[in-house]
């Protein structure tokens, strides 16, 4: 290919390609195939990697680019962002349009109402219609600059489209970097899953992925974007705030649709009601109401105070916090042997949720808060998470309390606790009946053994009980040791015995899983199982080796050789192949695969096959299984019970099959 040919194929592709982001990430329409889109995709990628100069800044290839940072730059913002003045009461609001009739000697204002993005600000700067420069609000007039990573929000254009007005010369708009709640949740999932601390809101979460040195790690915490301001434009002057909306949305960026343009201020009121209404159903988070003076001839007559526009206020909802009193603070350990202090609560309602605990993070966490048993204290619901304590009501603080200590031994086994970071542990092990505990869950849940009814309540018994030592003690009970457990009826305890035994030919990969083993997730036991295919050369594998494996790093590679070193360990595993648990291994892809490149989510019950069954004769057609719907997902089994990930799916407009078809599609009866 000579050089002009490269570079019309480039431009072709680069085209092409962009209309499809648009459409996947904005319009949620998505217009091709992923291997499609794949395919074009590489053809771009090899093609600017033949010819490096003609590779430009705005391709789609440069999402993710330009390697690690070491600090952000600061830079400075083309127009300064303001604040807006934040309001709690309709009564404030009607005053604001009291104001603002006054201050323009008329009648009737238009308004345009907005949702109020919980994200984080940010200014995107675009020089002829190219992205050139993204950055924090900071103090609102210089923030960081983390054009790398902003680069890699799918939602952002990096060029914008040229339907609708041409966009030349310098262009600042102002938008929000947010996390979906999906996003958000299935991030915690997976830092809970490698025992590392989740976040407290998609707030953080958001801010966490904006501010990583690495884009890369940005990238896959996949960040959604909106805006709503063009805040500086050398060439194109919008008339109103809802043309602006218009021209944001013609160039491409992701624009929210639920916004109302209002006849006089009752009616933002209302839509600000109704939209309270709808704010648990919404897939992000928002926390009120921006409510704008549409004509932008009158913002500009009305101007501004010292950091905020006379023409705009946030009309806040009501905060998610509740006040009550600290009846005691216990301190959990987990299966990693992390101590986790927890506020026991006056049981409130929180907006529709009863709250009777709140987690305090760590020690330093409950000493710089200062909470103390007997305190009254305000407790927040943010997102669908673990509610915190937010603040001490010091002034009801009655007499005689006493400052928090973190114990200096196990509150469960009474072993020594070493602090490790920010976080105190438990040197015990498993011999610590609480890190015992979650380990034997853990063991016998769903994706690793996979023994149905072992759940934690008979876990607790077993424990308590001491019929369960270790995870090997697990294949040793007997059905006269069931018989001595609270609830089992000998109908129960036929099927735990049947159970037991159906577990005990588990997929390599899920038995690894199962073990327990730190930083080792399904992820990385999949990884594990796939490079070598059986336990026992796993089980002599050095760390060196291990770090040979693709996609597993020094950490990991450490931790498993580890715990294949522990004497402990392997008399463990040793014991449970004596039991008859055989780990096997198929290498992938042998027979048809009509399910090839699909990612498949099952939801709700199914009446043939257990869920492991399914997922697995999925797999085995070429599917990828995910736990959480997104738009990545391409194929849902929904069955008698979904719920909310039926809802999802439907939202997203996602191909919705029963177990009848989905067993039609891989062949089977
Ligand atoms: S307008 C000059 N509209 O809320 C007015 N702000 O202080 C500029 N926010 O951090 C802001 N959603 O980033 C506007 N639809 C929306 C918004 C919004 C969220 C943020 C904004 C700022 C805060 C208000």
Same mark, same amino acid.
């Given at each position: ?231 500086a434009a050398e060439t194109f002057e919008p008339r109103t705030q809802t043309g602006t909306l218009d021209a944001l949305r013609g160039w491409g960026f992701h624009v929210e649709r639920n916004v109302r343009v209002c006849d006089g201020i009752q009616d933002a009121l209302r839509y600000r009601d109704e939209l309270q209404a709808k704010r648990e159903t919404l897939d992000y988070e928002i926390d009120g109401v921006v409510i704008k003076v549409d004509r932008r001839d009158w913002q500009a007559l009305l101007g501004m105070r010292s950091r905020s526009p006379r023409w705009a206020v946030a009309f806040k909802f009501p905060p998610r916090i509740e006040v009550t009193k600290v009846l005691d603070i216990v301190v959990q350990v987990g299966r990693t042997g992390k101590l986790t202090p927890v506020a026991s609560l006056q049981p409130v309602d929180v907006s529709g949720v009863t709250v009777s605990r709140a987690t305090l993070h760590n020690e330093d966490e409950v000493l710089r808060k200062d909470v103390r048993v007997g305190d009254t204290v305000r407790v927040r619901r943010a997102g669908d998470v673990i509610p915190e304590v937010v603040e001490v009501l010091k002034e009801k603080r009655p007499r005689g309390t006493t400052a928090f200590a973190m114990p200096a ?103 690894? /899983?199962?073990? *327990?083993? @730190? ?5 990385? !036991?999949?990884?594990? +199982? %796939?490079?070598? $295919? #059986? ?66 989510? /099952?939801?709700? *019950?199914? @009446? ?5 069954? !399914?997922?697995?004769? +999925? %797999?085995?057609? $070429? #599917? ?46």
């Amino acid at each position: 290919m000579t050089k002009a040919e490269a570079k019309k194929r480039i431009e072709q592709l680069a085209g092409e390609i962009r209309g499809h982001d648009h459409r996947y990430y904005v319009l949620d329409r998505p217009g091709i195939a992923d291997a499609a889109y794949d395919r074009l995709f590489r053809e771009l990628q090899d093609l600017e990697a033949q010819f490096p100069d003609l590779g430009a800044p705005d391709s789609p290839t440069q999402r993710v680019g330009g390697g690690l940072r070491t600090a952000f730059q600061k830079v400075q913002h083309l127009q300064a962002m303001l604040s807006i003045d934040s309001l709690m009461a309709a009564d404030e609001v009607l005053e604001f349009d009291g104001r603002v009739r006054k201050g323009l000697e008329v009648e009737r204002v238009t308004y345009v109402a907005e949702p109020k993005f919980d994200g984080l600000s940010v200014e995107l700067v675009y020089q002829d219609g190219v992205f050139v420069r993204g950055s924090t609000r900071g103090d609102g007039e210089t923030g960081e600059d983390i054009t790398g990573n902003l680069r890699t929000i799918r939602a952002l254009p990096l060029r914008l489209l040229e339907g609708g007005v041409r966009p030349k010369g310098l262009i600042a708009v102002r938008g929000e970097a947010l996390m979906t709640l999906a996003e958000f949740e299935a991030l915690n999932r997976r830092l809970i899953e490698r025992s590392e601390e989740p976040f407290a809101n998609p707030r953080n979460a958001a801010a966490g992925a904006v501010r990583q040195l690495d884009p890369k790690i940005t990238a896959s915490r996949r960040l959604d974007l909106y805006v709503y301001e063009i805040m500086a434009a050398e060439t194109f002057e919008p008339r109103t705030q809802t043309g602006t909306l218009d021209a944001l949305r013609g160039w491409g960026f992701h624009v929210e649709r639920n916004v109302r343009v209002c006849d006089g201020i009752q009616d933002a009121l209302r839509y600000r009601d109704e939209l309270q209404a709808k704010r648990e159903t919404l897939d992000y988070e928002i926390d009120g109401v921006v409510i704008k003076v549409d004509r932008r001839d009158w913002q500009a007559l009305l101007g501004m105070r010292s950091r905020s526009p006379r023409w705009a206020v946030a009309f806040k909802f009501p905060p998610r916090i509740e006040v009550t009193k600290v009846l005691d603070i216990v301190v959990q350990v987990g299966r990693t042997g992390k101590l986790t202090p927890v506020a026991s609560l006056q049981p409130v309602d929180v907006s529709g949720v009863t709250v009777s605990r709140a987690t305090l993070h760590n020690e330093d966490e409950v000493l710089r808060k200062d909470v103390r048993v007997g305190d009254t204290v305000r407790v927040r619901r943010a997102g669908d998470v673990i509610p915190e304590v937010v603040e001490v009501l010091k002034e009801k603080r009655p007499r005689g309390t006493t400052a928090f200590a973190m114990p200096a031994k196990c509150p469960v086994c009474g072993a020594a606790v070493e602090r490790e970071g920010a976080y105190h542990v438990c040197t015990n092990g498993l011999s610590c009946l609480a890190q015992l505990e979650g380990h034997v869950i853990h063991f016998a849940a769903r994706g690793a053994m996979d023994i149905a009814g072992l759940g934690g309540k008979t876990v607790k018994q077993l424990i308590e009980q001491a019929l369960v030592k270790d995870l090997a003690d697990v294949y040793a009970l007997t059905p006269i040791d069931f018989a001595a457990l609270e609830g089992f009826a000998e109908k129960s305890i036929e099927n735990m015995a049947a159970a037991l035994e159906a577990s005990k030919q588990p997929r390599l990969d899920r038995f690894l /899983f199962a073990l *327990g083993i @730190e930083h080792v997730g399904e992820t990385v !036991a999949r990884l594990l +199982a %796939e490079h070598f $295919g #059986a336990l026992a050369p796993l089980m002599e594998a050095t760390a060196e080796d291990l770090q040979q494996i693709h996609g597993i790093g020094p950490e990991v590679a450490e931790s498993v050789a580890h715990f294949f070193a522990s004497k402990r360990n392997r008399k463990v595993i040793e014991r449970l192949l004596r039991a008859g648990i055989q780990p096997v291994h198929e290498a992938r892809a042998k027979g048809p695969q009509p399910l090839a490149g699909q990612v498949m989510v /099952f939801t709700g *019950g199914l @009446e043939g096959l257990t869920r492991p069954e !399914a997922q697995k004769r +999925a %797999e085995d057609a $070429g #599917a990828r299984i995910a736990s959480a719907i997104s738009k990545r997902v391409t194929l849902v089994v929904a069955g008698p019970g979904a719920g909310s990930k039926l809802d999802e799916a439907r939202k997203l407009k996602l191909e919705v099959i029963d177990e009848a078809e989905f067993l039609k599609r891989i062949g089977g009866k």
